[in-house]
């Protein structure tokens, strides 16, 4: 059997769209991609739920134990997930 690394958004996806069947566990995955070009104005216009929840932001590439890497943040506003990002997007971190 052969193995193949996803990323965390995609297997969701997956799970969401593929196992979960029952209405009640439907479309409960929301998730709003971020990068460097990101225009948060345009994020929150395009998902207007990032100003009314609190949120979890964090990387998706794969990476072990992100969260005693200080690479989670958790029961964030859209403006802390700006914050966040500032100090860390396009930042070489050792793993």
Same mark, same amino acid.
């Given at each position: 059997?052969?193995?193949?690394?996803?990323?965390?958004?995609?297997?969701?996806?997956?799970?969401?769209?593929?196992?979960?069947?029952?209405?009640?566990?439907?479309?409960?995955?929301?998730?709003?991609?971020?990068?460097?070009?990101?225009?948060?104005?345009?994020?929150?216009?395009?998902?207007?739920?990032?100003?009314?929840?609190? @949120?979890?932001?964090?990387? %998706?590439? !794969?990476?072990? #134990?992100?969260? &005693?890497?200080?690479? =989670?943040?958790?029961?964030?506003? @859209?403006?802390?997930?700006? %914050?966040? !990002?500032?100090? #860390?997007?396009? &930042?070489?971190?050792? =793993?």
């Amino acid at each position: 059997m052969s193995a193949k690394a996803i990323s965390e958004q995609t297997g969701k996806e997956f799970l969401y769209k593929h196992i979960c069947t029952s209405a009640a566990v439907q479309n409960r995955f929301r998730y709003a991609r971020v990068t460097a070009e990101t225009d948060f104005d345009r994020l929150a216009k395009e998902h207007p739920w990032l100003l009314t929840e609190r @949120l979890v932001v964090k990387p %998706d590439q !794969l990476i072990k #134990r992100r969260g &005693k890497l200080g690479l =989670v943040g958790v029961n964030l506003d @859209l403006n802390g997930v700006r %914050d966040w !990002l500032k100090s #860390r997007l396009m &930042k070489e971190t050792t =793993v």
